[in-house]
């Protein structure tokens, strides 16, 4: 009885050391890298082996057998097969090939995107935030040409208003970040932000934005980079997070680039 209990005890010691019983501690919830009281309301790792179609579309919500932007001069053509979900990450892949979209043109590249959207203009969008912490883990490529994202736009499919969490336009080492309105007469007005710094593309970085009623603030990995207080500037409007790697905006990219890739570890959308 005596070896019985010291065996027992053994055991138990082994159990709680290796964290294999249930004495295991829960891994802490992340938090914001701002303070307040934030409840997770909507995330992603991107586990498992293929894209979430229940958080995600991969589209805009003009959806018809692919989309693009052709107002912005993009070469892309985004494609569904351009997502891949694989080893705990996003990739959405650029690739040089030419096809011709429901829009009747021909694209030089095809791409990938997701968003909370709607699966065509008519549909329901899946998910949809006012105000809130908005981050993501994001690699960007390297290529030069390529212009990665990471921003909301307005759920009633109209822009502005628009925020522009994150944005490389053609070249890897400058960040921009945007917000987009209307002034009392109804013209368009932006205001950007930028910070450069290099060897954005080596590594994972951490893009946020605080969208609170009286302001804006943009975050790189927790230091705050851009802040908007203007009332007239900071929208009220329920809107759609997309990420996508667009090609061409601003700058093709050079002859020698045939492919990019924008990984993405996370998107975490906290609240109030």
């Not at 019983?21 to 498992?48: C, I, M, N, Q, Y």
């Not at 693009?68 to 892309?76: A, H, M, V």
């Not at 705990?88 to 040089?96: D, I, M, Q, S, V």
Request: hydrophobic share 40%; net charge negative; charged share 25%.
């Amino acid at each position: 009885m005596t070896a019985r209990r010291a065996m027992l005890g053994v055991l138990l010691l082994l159990l709680v050391t290796c964290g294999c019983g249930s004495t295991t501690r829960a891994v802490p919830e992340p938090k914001p890298s701002v303070p307040g009281d934030w409840h997770l309301e909507f995330h992603d790792d991107f586990d498992g082996s293929r894209l979430d179609r229940k958080r995600w579309t991969t589209c805009y919500d003009w959806n018809d057998d692919g989309c693009t932007i052709g107002s912005s001069g993009e070469l892309e053509w985004y494609q569904p097969g351009q997502v891949s979900v694989d080893g705990g990450k996003l990739t959405l892949a650029a690739e040089r090939r030419t096809v011709r979209g429901s829009d009747g043109q021909v694209h030089p590249w095809v791409s990938g995107m997701i968003s909370t959207g709607r699966d065509d203009w008519y549909a329901e969008p899946r998910e949809t935030f006012t105000y809130g912490y908005f981050e993501a883990a994001i690699r960007i490529p390297a290529q030069s040409g390529m212009a990665p994202a990471f921003w909301l736009i307005p759920a009633s499919r109209f822009t502005p208003p628009e925020i522009d969490i994150m944005e490389f336009l053609g070249a890897p080492d400058e960040l921009t970040m945007y917000v987009h309105w209307r002034n009392a007469e109804g013209d368009e007005r932006k205001q950007r932000g930028a910070f450069a710094a290099p060897g954005f593309p080596d590594n994972y970085h951490v893009f946020a934005l605080l969208w609170e009623k009286d302001r804006l603030v943009w975050y790189v990995d927790g230091v705050e980079r851009f802040r908007v207080t203007a009332p007239e500037r900071i929208p009220h409007v329920p809107m759609e997070v997309i990420l996508n790697l667009a090609v061409g905006l601003l700058k093709p990219p050079p002859p020698s680039t045939d492919s990019a890739r924008m990984l993405v570890d996370w998107v975490r959308v906290w609240q109030r």
